[in-house]
């Protein structure tokens, strides 16, 4: 689910398409494009355009606001789309199959940044035109500080008995170009001070057969950190690391990803676009309906990162 602002958003999956213009209060069919069984990659600009990508190989869509129809831009990828960002006429999208591309001019012109078929991008998220982290399977974490020109590995600390491929990273956001989280399978979530250089796991279900799986972040206004996966999860820190956790589903509630999180009582509570009142607001009514207590606090400590 991507909000272009405080009204207006879309949400993809299973097909069909919605949208909503009012802040989630009501949601509204729109057509699709041709030939995508699931979307997975959506992104709205200020000016309501909107971005969509899924499991149909070299295709990213654009709808303008003032258009019905849903127009392709040919990528050079080569599996499916599954996050897609821009900032102004500067974008990003990853693939399934190993791939980063860029466009500087809206989508018109895609080109490959990086490609590595044994990769799995899952996620990605740029604070500006040059710093973007993307994340996927197999504790997969890397960064740019050129606007993708380059990229670089960063190492997460791997939970004692937990093989790579239990470390599926799902989500990745950033405040600024040093404080992020990216998290995923088995409820983890790992933060960072310092843009990526040293992770610290912050939260851990403990148990590989744990079915937890976190499948978005959003940051709204503190900063306070949202998480939201499976089974009508939420967890909340407002100080950084401290994650409170629910374990309620919701009665129309569905929480997923890639790219934002967002949780469902009567609307959209998480949109990354909320005042520092609605913020508040939305913690309230979900620890009112939830009762989150701080029992499921991660107390696990691994090499954690320097201070000083």
């Known amino acids: 689910m991507s909000f272009a602002d405080a009204k ?3 949400i993809v999956g299973v097909l069909p398409v919605y949208r909503t213009a009012d802040g989630g209060l009501s949601w509204h069919e729109v057509r699709p494009p041709s030939l995508f069984h699931q979307l997975n990659a959506v992104f709205c600009d200020p000016s309501h355009g909107c971005w969509v990508g899924g499991n149909k190989p ?24 599954t996050a ?12 399934n199959t190993g791939e980063i591309i860029g466009t500087t001019d809206g989508g018109q012109n895609w080109s490959e ?16 035109e040059q710093h973007g982290w993307v994340v996927g399977n197999r504790a997969l974490i890397m960064s740019t500080r050129d606007g993708g020109k380059t990229w670089i590995d960063q190492t997460i600390p ?3 008995g937990f093989p790579a491929d239990e470390v599926r990273l799902n989500a990745v956001k950033f405040v600024d170009a040093e404080r992020g989280w990216a998290a995923g399978l088995h409820g983890m979530i790992f ?7 040293c992770w610290n796991i912050q939260r ?6 744990h079915t937890l799986t976190v499948n978005a972040l959003e940051i709204t206004d503190g900063p306070t950190v949202w998480a939201a996966g499976n089974a009508g999860n939420i967890f909340v820190s407002t100080d950084g690391g401290s994650f409170l956790v629910s374990r309620a589903w919701y009665r129309r509630g569905y929480f997923s990803g890639p ?10 509570l998480t949109t990354g676009q909320m005042t520092a009142g609605e913020t508040k607001r939305a913690r309230d009514e979900w620890t009112a309906v939830t009762q989150m207590t701080a029992s499921s606090r991660s107390t696990l400590k691994i090499a954690p990162c320097p201070t000083g």
């Open 8 to 10: 207006f958003g879309v």
């Open 58 to 81: 070299n295709a990213i869509y654009r709808r303008q606001a003032n258009q019905s129809a849903w127009v392709q831009q040919k990528s050079p990828a080569k599996g499916p789309i």
């Open 84 to 95: 897609i960002q821009f900032i102004g006429s500067t974008g990003w999208a990853v693939s």
């Open 113 to 128: 940044l990086f490609r590595d078929d044994s990769k799995r991008f899952r996620a990605l998220h740029f604070v500006d």
């Open 158 to 160: 791997t939970p004692p």
């Open 191 to 197: 933060g960072t001070t310092d843009g990526g250089g």
């Open 204 to 209: 851990f279900e403990g148990t590989s057969a």
């Open 259 to 268: 790219q934002t999180s967002y949780g469902q009582t009567d609307k959209a």
